[in-house]
T-cell receptor, first 117, second 112 residues
Framework: AQKITQTQPGMFVQEKEAVTLDCTYD???????LFWYKQPSSGEMIFLIY??????QNATEGRYSLNFQKARKSANLVISASQLGDSAMYFC??????????????FGKGTKLSVIP | DVKVTQSSRYLVKRTGEKVFLECVQD?????MFWYRQDPGLGLRLIYF???????EKGDIPEGYSVSREKKERFSLILESASTNQTSMYLC???????????FGPGTRLTVT
């Protein structure tokens, strides 16, 4: 079984500052993928970034980076230079075998990020 | 661009009604998923399908069924809607061999 824990129900960050959203996970699978999704108030889930468990380097996508610490089982999302449009719910998720078959995502409960002007 | 569409953004139904939620994807993805999202609980998987006419139960299948007669369409069925099924329902699709799931805009269902 897989489990994702997001301990921050809500976060505030000043515009243009960096913010880290925490995510820890638990799994017995030898290989897995870790994901972050953004959900604005409009409701759609937007894929942000992916990290494979065997990837040596931390994933980056523009202003998003994933701080992957395998020994600590953590996969924190770092957003640099926050913008007002970053205000949204953020979900951490994992799957047992990235890209293989139809394996479903297991989601955390989410963190609501509010960017203050 | 991958597009996943859902038949309704908002739906209001009465207790006991049979409810159909439709999801269509246009990228020939093999895999499709239905999630429900509730405040404080995140997204939970109801059912998924890895091929036409194939389905697998997710974490919370009770009270739901699904149908996949064509590759592009995955339907979620509430046989007899109950108030505890009031929720946001999200559909997603994924190509076998890739890692990204693409989500639809969601259907906010209210059962009164």
């Amino acid at each position: 079984a897989q489990k994702i824990t997001q301990t921050q129900p809500g976060m505030f960050v000043q515009e243009k500052e960096a913010v880290t959203l925490d995510c820890t996970y638990d799994t017995s699978d030898p290989s897995y993928g870790l994901f972050w999704y953004k959900q604005p108030s409009s409701g759609e889930m937007i894929f942000l970034i992916y990290q494979g468990s065997y990837d040596q380097q931390n994933a980056t996508e523009g202003r998003y980076s994933l701080n992957f610490q395998k020994a600590r089982k953590s996969a924190n999302l770092v957003i640099s230079a926050s913008q007002l449009g970053d205000s949204a719910m953020y979900f951490c998720a994992m799957s047992p075998l990235p890209g293989a078959g139809s394996y479903q995502l297991t989601f955390g409960k989410g963190t609501k990020l509010s960017v203050i002007p | 661009d991958v597009k996943v569409t859902q038949s309704s953004r908002y739906l209001v139904k009465r207790t006991g009604e049979k409810v159909f939620l439709e999801c269509v994807q246009d990228m020939d993805h093999e895999n499709m998923f239905w999630y429900r999202q509730d405040p404080g609980l995140g997204l939970r998987l109801i059912y998924f399908s890895y091929d036409v006419k194939m389905k697998e139960k997710g974490d919370i299948p009770e009270g739901y069924s699904v149908s996949r007669e064509k590759k592009e369409r995955f339907s979620l069925i509430l046989e007899s809607a109950s108030t505890n099924q009031t929720s946001m329902y999200l559909c997603a699709s994924k190509r076998t061999g890739s890692y990204e799931q693409y989500f639809g805009p969601g259907t906010r269902l209210t059962v009164t």
